[in-house]
């Protein structure tokens, strides 16, 4: 199985970071493929809508030739996409938004001439790991219906959410129990 995961924090060995280290350890060792892209490491710039993507309604792509052409195709190719980022402002860091507006006009054929035309990511699964300094249901759960109405919109299947607490930036993030939430999260999505 393969798995697409798409990292977006700029700090490289934080909490998100963190807790994809056993969900990874995880997928692979039972068997999963996986590619990984950091999207702050990557040159995205935001959608145009420039439409040029709904001519072709048989595969997903978009013209605009920057870094998001290789995430595109591994979508295409994945069953599973895995959105891994903490809660900025209630919402998703800027770079990953900017990779959710691409997604869903190169995958979705509805905003040409066929309000009808395909969805490219039907029957593909929509996993979210997360981080927040909130409670969890006071921190991650206005991004978490915001991916859940993507997902319904794009045909996705939303397979969940793993999101954790760190409750003041003293303490350390990382603890057996997490660990264990990663790996089950991602034994979950097998
Ligand atoms: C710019 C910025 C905005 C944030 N906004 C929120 C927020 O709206 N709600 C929240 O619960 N935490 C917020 N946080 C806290 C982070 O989500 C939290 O510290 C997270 O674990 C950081 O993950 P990272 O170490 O993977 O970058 C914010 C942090 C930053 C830097």
């Known amino acids: 199985m393969k798995v697409t995961v798409v990292f977006g ?3 490289k060995k934080g909490n998100t970071a ?3 280290i056993p969900f990874m350890d995880e997928l692979k060792s039972r068997g999963a493929e996986i590619d990984y892209y950091d999207v702050y490491e990557r040159n995205i710039s935001g959608c145009r809508a420039c439409l040029q993507c709904q001519k072709d309604k048989s595969r997903a792509y978009c013209v605009v030739e920057d ?3 290789p995430v595109i195709s591994s979508v295409s190719q994945s069953e599973i996409l895995v959105i891994a980022a903490p ?5 998703l860091p800027g770079p990953v938004k900017t990779v ?3 997604f869903i006009y190169a995958f979705c054929k509805y905003y040409g001439d066929d309000p009808f035309g395909p969805a490219l990511l039907k029957g593909k699964k929509l996993a979210f790991i997360t981080t927040c300094g909130y409670p969890v249901e006071k921190g991650a759960d206005i991004c978490e219906e915001s991916l859940k109405r993507t997902a319904k919109h794009c045909k996705l299947e939303y397979a969940g ?3 954790e607490r760190q409750r003041n930036l003293k303490e350390a993030f990382m603890n057996e129990e997490k660990e264990q939430h990663a790996r089950a999260f991602a034994a979950s999505l097998l």
């Open 9 to 11: 924090s700029p700090r």
């Open 161 to 163: 959410m793993l999101a």
């Open 18 to 20: 963190s807790l994809l």
């Open 100 to 102: 959710l507006d691409r």
């Open 67 to 69: 870094d998001m052409q």
């Open 87 to 91: 809660i900025y402002c209630w919402g």
